[in-house]
């Protein structure tokens, strides 16, 4: 059984980095072809697709944040680091891992419940 | 970068009609790499059809996807109230940007 799990702080404040974890089970992250990716979503709007890294540590980013993300992966722990930098008010939302493939197979077949992250100051 | 618009934003509609959403794409899409996603409030998506066409594991089969190109469809037929939320499509040909959504009221 596939499952993922966001965890980080609730509240952060503007100009500070928001680090958040993505602890997954029911996959491993060497197998080839597995990719995790972070996905967010503010109160009352749209997805946003942030950033990917796959099995054999390629990693791709929204071209909107790529200087201020960073994605990194633990594969003994089953976990998967995404960073972002200079965190705005904007950048309060949902924040969503999810399992996917690469190529033919870049579609979010498995999600996490996701966790609300204020920007406050 | 690929831009997805979907149209309507909100649709709504009677228990047991059919439900047509849209979503055009600013250029063609690689090989038709669209899924589409269903969340209903305070949910999770929920992938419904990748590769544009291809129901995910246990999507029923009221839910059909077409379309190529720029130009893509989610049909919904015989509508019931469990399938208001919003739908979203993506494309995954380069990057894994969505399109702004379409609510389903019933």
């Known amino acids: 059984q596939v499952t993922l799990r966001e965890s980080g702080p609730a509240l952060v404040k503007p100009t500070q980095t928001l680090t958040l974890t993505c602890t997954f089970s029911?996959?491993?992250?060497?197998?080839?072809?597995?990719?995790v990716n972070w996905i967010r979503q503010p109160p009352g709007k749209a997805l946003e697709w942030l950033a990917r890294?796959?099995?054999?540590?390629?990693?791709y980013f929204t071209a909107s944040l790529n200087s201020r993300l960073t994605i990194s992966k633990d594969t003994s722990r089953n976990q998967v680091v995404l960073t972002l930098a200079n965190v705005a008010l904007v950048d309060t939302a949902t924040y969503y891992c999810?399992?996917?493939?690469?190529?033919?197979?870049?579609?979010?077949?498995?999600w996490g419940r996701g966790t609300l992250v204020t920007v406050s100051s | 970068e690929i831009v997805l618009t979907q149209s309507p934003g909100t649709l709504s509609l009677s228990p047991g009609e059919r439900a047509t959403l849209s979503c055009w794409a600013s250029?063609?899409?690689?090989?038709?790499?669209l899924a589409w996603y269903q969340q209903k409030p305070g949910q999770t998506p929920r992938l419904l059809i990748y590769?544009?066409?291809t129901r995910a594991t246990g999507i029923p089969d009221r839910f059909s996807g077409s379309g190529s190109g720029t130009y893509f469809t989610l049909t919904i037929r015989r509508l019931d109230p469990e399938d208001s939320g919003v739908y979203y499509c993506?494309?995954?040909?380069?990057?894994?940007?969505f399109g702004g959504g379409t609510k389903v009221e019933i």
């Open positions: 590769g544009a066409s």
């Open positions: 250029q063609s899409v690689n090989n038709n790499y």
């Open positions: 029911g996959f491993s992250l060497s197998t080839s072809g597995v990719c």
């Open positions: 993506q494309q995954y040909g380069s990057s894994g940007r």
């Open positions: 999810a399992r996917s493939g690469a190529g033919p197979s870049f579609y979010f077949n498995y």
């Open positions: 890294i796959d099995w054999d540590d390629d990693k």
